[in-house]
């Protein structure tokens, strides 16, 4: 045990320490983020002691430093980080997403503890590493499962899970560290929260030795860790009753409130579709569980809190869906759970954390994971991985590094596994990197179990051993993992709907985009209605003597001709027609503008006529067509006022604005023209225009290199397989450097009008990651390693003369190159306009 010497110099040292504020408050940002990065194990097993600490006195903060440096492992760390962390931090607050100002914390924001966050970091550091270090000397420590690999801890913040064995030998040894540990940093464990789990074949009499010797109390699985419960065995319902627990305790904070469809889908949405989501993550709920969840959200949208008298009308799968196709815009929880699985998986498969290592080392050894048999005493979360693991590895390609993938399964040429080209199913362990030797194929071990066909494919792949293999979803053009495009796959789709879609805007409230998907659905108490849902009622409108339905009230009634009369003559449109439906009525209104100003007024329209439908019915106030048309005129000077709806929501229909009392600045509804030139490179330097092409009739890229006076080096055309105009675009990128290269040219610019090529090449591919063009990029990075280099966005209209070769190129046979001479006159004309720098105006 280090001596502790608070002497006067090491006084000194840390007050000058504490003087050092806020130099690199960033980096206390970016540690908190990293060691908060949820590492969770449901896979462990029954031995396990679960221990919190808590701080007992400031005199960990000079106590700490001392001892510390003795340490050898943390020496630069405690140089490097305690002098600007020992006091403080300060924080910011985002208001409207933006930082406004800083204050100083005078207490920590977790315990109100004076004490800075970093010095708790660096103790738990000091313990965890000190764990680390106790089972690597002593391995008998150490719990030993069937499968997987020994883990010592898991810690997060002050919350540690300890894996031990139970030996009272050992378990003497593992207290004495703790005793060294309070000693040293002045923190002390909170025997009240720490206990420890046994197997249930434990005697008590060993149950009564390890809490004389621990201190700590006994407990049961399952036990919650970082909010999620750790059970053993099936799933019981019991473990989501928190979760049910914390839903109903959302909706009776809301209890009182008067909140309208639109209220309650916002507090559904943001609220307590989000409770479960965490949770789902880690756990795949039961069916009953997602059942009964949803019943909860879908009566507090129908019903409010604490009511039973209003009508359900649909259930919640109904009202769930994309905006576009009819939905409300909120996810099944089962779609939900299923995404989640999705992004299990991919964590599984990418092997870069440790839980998914502890995964692939019991249940795989070394075999493919599609190839595993489920077994009946596998965990829980293994079953939940083999139920998704044939629809979502099909979405997986992965891009070659070390080639330390497997050679049968992974789908690592192009789109394709070999046992996909082989219309094979192997069992096979091999991996790629056996069929490498010194960096290049092994083409005659590769003959002597490929068809021809394939080697000569695979001959073809750039091989790089000093990059790790990259893992890539086919799911999106970046190539990386995202819970809506998993959700995007599996959704249940229906037909396209326009007025849906065009109804969610922020120009027209909530309340009243949501009354319009009622009517869409048929999901309001008309009289008609409620008669074919089994009321018996008598049927009067509240405008005329006929009969009431849906559309005598919106449409055909006298009241509601007049409004949509009056609204007609303002816009100069003639949708109305006698008898028409309100759903093919709003049909002809809505154009396909989201926020357009024709939406808003027909949403309005509809909406006022129901409001004095209700208010005849219930406060005994006849509907009035003039009072109607008043209030959606005020209306929508209302929303126009808090700029709610803009400008460029009047387009084609500025000459109704004074009809609503508003005034449009002429200025502010015409698009500004940009000007568009293309700029000769500096001396010594050439540029490359390069575009690609992807018609219906053809694929093809091209491009041109011009030195700095502006004339034309040399240009080319060529087609391409059928391919996406990413790959295109690149296609044009690659063969232009490859002729820069012949050429000798050794300062280029290369000059594109596609943002998400400069995003990939600024990137060197770093951060995209799309299977189709992972290789090509590779190769384009491979170039432009050898050459000095910038690169630079143009509009197309500035990009005239690449994208003239790229449309050549789609109806060429062949790889063509173009030097002046050979150029048509419509391009050298171009050419000579570039030289000159006349502008290309861009609307």
Not at 222 to 237: A, D, F, H, N
Request: hydrophobic letters at 40%; proline letters at 3%.
């Amino acid at each position: 045990m280090v001596q502790i010497n608070p002497s006067d110099i090491n006084t000194k040292n840390l007050i000058d320490a504490k003087i050092n504020l806020f130099k690199l408050q960033e980096q206390v940002e970016i540690f908190w983020r990293q060691k908060s990065a949820s590492k969770h194990l449901l896979e462990g097993d029954n031995n396990t002691k679960k221990i919190e600490l808590k701080t007992t006195s400031i005199k960990f903060a000079w106590m700490m430093g001392p001892s510390l440096k003795m340490n050898k492992g943390l020496l630069i760390l405690l140089l490097i980080i305690l002098p600007n962390y020992s006091i403080g931090p300060y924080f910011s607050i985002l208001v409207n997403g933006k930082s406004k100002g800083f204050f100083k914390a005078s207490h920590g924001i977790r315990q109100g503890d004076p004490m800075s966050p970093a010095i708790f970091i660096i103790a738990a550091e000091y313990l965890s590493r000190g764990l680390s270090f106790l089972f690597a000397y002593h391995n008998d420590l150490y719990f030993k499962t069937a499968g997987g690999f020994p883990i010592s801890h898991l810690s997060f913040a002050d919350d540690i899970i300890i894996f031990s064995n139970g030996s009272i030998k050992l378990l003497k040894l593992f207290i004495r560290f703790l005793n060294i540990y309070e000693g040293i940093t002045g923190l002390k464990f909170n025997k009240d929260k720490c206990s420890f789990i046994t197997p249930i074949s434990v005697k008590n009499d060993r149950i009564n030795a390890i809490k004389n010797i621990t201190g700590f109390r006994h407990g049961t699985l399952p036990i919650k860790y970082l909010g999620i419960p750790l059970y053993k065995g099936r799933k019981k319902y019991f473990l989501f009753d928190e979760l049910i627990k914390s839903i109903n305790s959302k909706l009776n904070l809301w209890e009182f409130n008067f909140l309208s469809f639109g209220g309650r889908l916002i507090l559904i949405k943001s609220v307590l579709c989000s409770l479960p989501i965490y949770i789902f993550q880690c756990l795949q709920p039961p069916k009953s569980i997602i059942n009964k969840i949803e019943k909860i959200f879908n009566k507090f949208f129908w019903k409010g809190n604490g009511s039973n008298s209003k009508i359900n009308w649909a259930s919640w799968n109904k009202c769930c869906g994309v905006h576009e196709e009819g939905g409300l815009g909120c996810k099944t929880l089962r779609d939900i759970a299923q995404a989640f699985s999705f992004k299990l998986w991919f964590m599984f498969r990418k092997n870069n954390n440790l839980w998914a290592q502890f995964m692939n080392a019991k249940y795989c050894k070394g075999k493919h994971p599609t190839t595993i048999i489920f077994k009946s005493g596998d965990s829980q979360i293994w079953k939940r991985l083999c139920n998704i693991r044939q629809e979502a590895e099909q979405y997986i390609n992965w891009g070659l590094g070390k080639a330390d993938i497997y050679f049968w399964q992974d789908k690592w040429v192009g789109n394709y596994s070999i046992d996909q080209l082989l219309n094979t199913s192997s069992i096979d362990k091999s991996k790629v990197n056996e069929f490498i030797l010194n960096n290049s194929w092994n083409l005659t071990k590769l003959a002597d179990i490929l068809p021809t066909s394939i080697v000569n494919i695979i001959s073809l792949i750039p091989i790089d051993l000093n990059v790790d293999d990259c893992i890539m979803s086919n799911m999106n053009c970046r190539g990386f993992f995202q819970i809506k495009d998993a959700w995007n796959i599996f959704r249940n789709r229906k037909p396209y709907q326009k007025v849906c879609n065009m109804i969610w805007h922020k120009s027209i409230p909530t309340t009243i985009a949501t009354f319009l998907w009622r009517i869409m659905h048929n999901y309001i108490p008309t009289h008609d209605i409620l008669q074919k849902r089994g009321f018996v009622l008598t049927s009067k409108c509240q405008c005329c003597s006929s009969a009431e339905d849906m559309n005598h009230v919106f449409t055909t009634g006298p009241i509601a001709i007049k409004v949509w009369m009056y609204f007609e003559n303002i816009f100069n449109v003639n949708f109305y027609y006698a008898n028409i439906p309100i759903k093919d009525l709003l049909e002809l209104w809505f154009i396909p503008s989201r926020g357009h100003v024709i939406n808003l007024v027909s949403s309005l329209v509809v909406w006022y006529i129901w409001m004095a439908r209700n208010n005849s019915i219930h406060n005994n106030i006849g509907m009035n067509a003039d009072i109607i048309i008043r209030n959606i005129i005020d209306k929508v000077f209302k929303i126009f006022s808090v700029n709610l709806l803009k400008h460029k929501n009047f387009k084609g229909y500025c000459h109704i604005t004074k009809a609503f009392g508003i005034h449009l600045i002429s200025n502010d509804t015409t698009c500004i023209p940009i000007i568009v030139c293309w700029n000769k490179p500096p001396v010594n330097f050439v540029k490359l225009n390069t575009d690609g092409s992807v018609k219906d009739n053809g694929w093809g890229c091209g491009g041109i290199i011009r030195d700095s006076n502006g004339n034309n080096i040399i240009a080319f055309a060529t087609p391409l397989e059928k391919c996406s105009v990413i790959l295109a675009e690149l296609s044009a990128i690659f063969h232009g450097l490859k002729l820069c290269a012949a050429l000798g040219l050794m300062n280029i610019w290369i000059e594109v009008d596609a943002l998400y090529m400069l995003y990939c090449l600024k990137d060197k591919g770093k951060k995209v990651c799309n299977p189709e063009i992972f290789y090509m990029l590779r190769e384009v990075n491979q170039l432009l390693s050898s050459v000095n280099f910038k690169i630079s966005h143009i509009f197309r209209e500035g990009n005239c003369c690449a994208d003239w070769f790229a449309n050549k190129g789609c109806s060429l046979n062949n790889f063509t190159v173009y030097n002046y001479n050979s150029l048509p006159a419509a391009i050298k004309g171009m050419i000579c306009l570039d030289k000159l720098a006349l502008p290309y105006v861009r609307t």
